[in-house]
């Protein structure tokens, strides 16, 4: 079945530091990629989108390639703030499925 | 719009009770699901529905049951709760119904079972 991996955390950064954190995926077809956010306390929400390959998903800074000849979608963020401190969630969904696959999440933590 | 909406926000069971999670969403969205979200093991799928009158077993669905009378809700039901069940629990929705859409999830509902 369809997987997604993402690298372990806590990621500890200081403030306007880069932020890369990586995602890769298996799945049939070619599904589209989610990066979700989930700060202290609330729910998942999105946080960028791409459909198909090539697409680059982009909200509040960060950005994320979508990567078909190395199945991945890695987050980046060219200078994070303390206020960036939440999980965050790579997910894959296929057309021909119902049920979205979420990564583990990974931990940031922004130090001033 | 209220988009996702959860109730009650915290809950204190004890060992052998019974409660109801109410999730509920104005978006008119067809697919809405439960996930439970336990530290070091990211979010698992208990149920699902792909529309009113059609529910579905997710990756853990032992002790859970789920009905869905109407497009807007899709309570969670605890039949007899255990220590396992503490969690913090998520109800989520998505327009159309295929992994393709973004979901859109409610603020949580963080029970405690002792």
């Known amino acids: 079945g369809d997987s997604v991996t993402q690298m372990e955390g806590p990621v500890t950064l200081s403030e306007e530091a880069f932020l890369t954190i990586n995602c890769t995926y298996t799945?049939?077809?070619?599904?589209?990629l989610f990066w979700y956010v989930q700060y202290p306390g609330e729910g998942l929400q999105l946080l960028l989108k791409?459909?198909?390959?090539?697409d680059k998903g982009s909200n509040k800074g960060f950005e994320a390639t979508y990567r078909k000849e190395t199945t991945s979608f890695h987050l980046e963020k060219g200078s994070v703030q303390v206020s960036d401190s939440a999980v965050y969630f790579c997910?894959?969904?296929?057309?021909?499925?119902?049920?979205?696959?979420f990564g583990r999440g990974t931990s940031l933590i922004v130090h001033p | 719009n209220a988009g996702v909406t959860q109730t009650p926000k915290f809950q204190v069971l004890k060992t052998g009770q019974s409660m109801t999670l109410q999730c509920a969403q104005d978006?008119?969205?067809?697919?809405m699901s439960w996930y439970r979200q336990d530290p070091g093991m990211g979010l698992r799928l208990i149920h699902y529905?792909?529309?009113?009158?059609?529910?579905d077993q997710g990756e853990v669905p032992n002790g859970y049951n789920v009905s869905r009378s109407t497009t807007e809700d899709f309570p969670l039901r605890l039949l007899s709760a255990a220590p396992s069940q503490t969690s913090v629990y998520f109800c989520?929705?998505?327009?159309?119904?295929?992994?393709?859409?973004?979901?859109?999830f409610g603020p949580g509902t963080r029970l405690l079972v002792l």
């Open positions: 978006m008119n969205h067809e697919y």
């Open positions: 791409a459909t198909k390959a090539d």
């Open positions: 529905s792909v529309g009113a009158g059609i529910t």
């Open positions: 799945a049939t077809g070619y599904p589209s």
């Open positions: 989520a929705s998505s327009y159309s119904g295929t992994a393709e859409e973004t979901q859109y």
């Open positions: 997910a894959s969904g296929s057309g021909g499925s119902y049920i979205p696959t």
